[in-house]
Structure formats: structure tokens, C-alpha cells
């Protein structure tokens, strides 16, 4: 694993960020731990981007810090598009040629469950298209609950709390 350090230029903060970087920077993978973090990633995705006048295409992306960012006025929604996985069945292929055209600056998959093979086909898009492709993933945080949850969804059990 390797730890970036993110700053935002609007408000000097640094954030430790945990990214799996492939074997090129035109892909990556972040672990997300907390909703806040995910707002700190997509406020530094978009303004890193925003410079180069395309497109930022988010594939599933958290709706409520995009909101929230987008009412501070961090981030421009209208240099966003947003693609839900829930209301639309995105295909890889569809995902490759964004990648590949390069009319966005970015493509960011938010939860994406991928194999090795499918990220490494992500990455040679990527690269082709000189597209930045980055997944983030959110990783939940190992407390007793979240454990016994997780063994839970194995056996196809819930566990409601009352």
C-alpha cells in the first residue's frame, strides 16, 4: 500500500489516503473508510480535473457529498456526469470505450466489485485513451458489529437491531 497525501487548495487540509497504485497512473484503486474521506477524494478528482475542460464520469457515485460540494461551490456539477448502476445496467465494454475515446478527463467507479483481469483491461483503456480511471471502494471498518455482520451475509442471515 502506498499513503498520498491529498490537499485541498481551497482549504489547507491534508488527508492520509490509502492508494493501490497500478502499474501506471492512469489507474488506480482507493480503500474509502469514512463518508468524509469520500468527499475529500471527490473534491481533489474533480479539481484536479477541472482544468482540463472534459468531463468527469462517476459510475455510482455517493450522491450526498457530490451535494454538498457542489453547494460550497468546491466542485462544478456541470463538468459531472453521473451514471447509476441501480437505474442502468452499465456493461464493461461501455466503461472501456469511455476510457478509450478519452472525452473525459476521468471515470470513476465507486464500488466496483472487478476481477484482476477486468482492472487490468480498465488500465490499457485507460492508458489509450489517456483517461484517468480511478475506483473507489469503501472498506468498512472491523468493529464487533460490523464482524459479526459480515459472517452474518455469508450465511445469508440479518441481524436487526431494535
Same mark, same amino acid.
Given at each position: 500500500m ?8 481551497k482549504a489547507l487540509r491534508?488527508?492520509n489516503?490509502n492508494?493501490?497504485k497500478l ?8 480503500s @474509502?473508510?469514512?463518508k468524509? %474521506?469520500m468527499?475529500?477524494?471527490? *473534491?481533489? $478528482?474533480?479539481?484536479?480535473?477541472? &482544468?482540463n475542460?472534459k ?5 455510482n457515485?455517493?450522491?450526498k457529498?457530490l451535494l454538498q460540494?457542489?453547494k ?6 456541470k ?6 448502476i441501480?437505474?442502468?445496467d452499465i456493461k464493461?465494454?461501455? @466503461?472501456e470505450?469511455?476510457? %478509450?475515446?478519452?472525452h473525459?478527463? *476521468?471515470? $470513476?467507479?465507486?464500488n466496483?466489485t &472487478? ?9 490499457y483503456?485507460?492508458k489509450k485513451g489517456?483517461?484517468r480511471?480511478i475506483i473507489?471502494?469503501k472498506?468498512t ?8 455482520q459480515q459472517n452474518l451475509?455469508?450465511q445469508?442471515?440479518s441481524l436487526?437491531l431494535?
Amino acid at each position: 500500500m502506498l499513503t498520498t497525501n491529498i490537499f485541498n487548495n481551497k482549504a489547507l487540509r491534508a488527508n492520509n489516503i490509502n492508494s493501490t497504485k497500478l502499474e501506471s497512473s492512469w489507474c488506480d484503486i482507493r480503500s @474509502i473508510t469514512s463518508k468524509q %474521506e469520500m468527499s475529500l477524494q471527490y *473534491a481533489d $478528482i474533480c479539481q484536479q480535473h477541472e &482544468l482540463n475542460n472534459k468531463w468527469v464520469l462517476m459510475i455510482n457515485p455517493d450522491e450526498k457529498p457530490l451535494l454538498q460540494l457542489s453547494k460550497q461551490g468546491i466542485i462544478d456539477p456541470k463538468r459531472i456526469l453521473k451514471v447509476n448502476i441501480n437505474q442502468r445496467d452499465i456493461k464493461m465494454k461501455s @466503461i472501456e470505450e469511455a476510457l %478509450e475515446k478519452g472525452h473525459c478527463s *476521468a471515470v $470513476i467507479l465507486c464500488n466496483a466489485t &472487478l476481477e484482476k483481469s477486468q482492472v487490468n483491461q480498465l488500465k490499457y483503456y485507460a492508458k489509450k485513451g489517456k483517461t484517468r480511471c480511478i475506483i473507489l471502494n469503501k472498506q468498512t471498518l472491523n468493529t464487533p458489529m460490523n464482524l459479526v455482520q459480515q459472517n452474518l451475509n455469508r450465511q445469508n442471515l440479518s441481524l436487526e437491531l431494535h
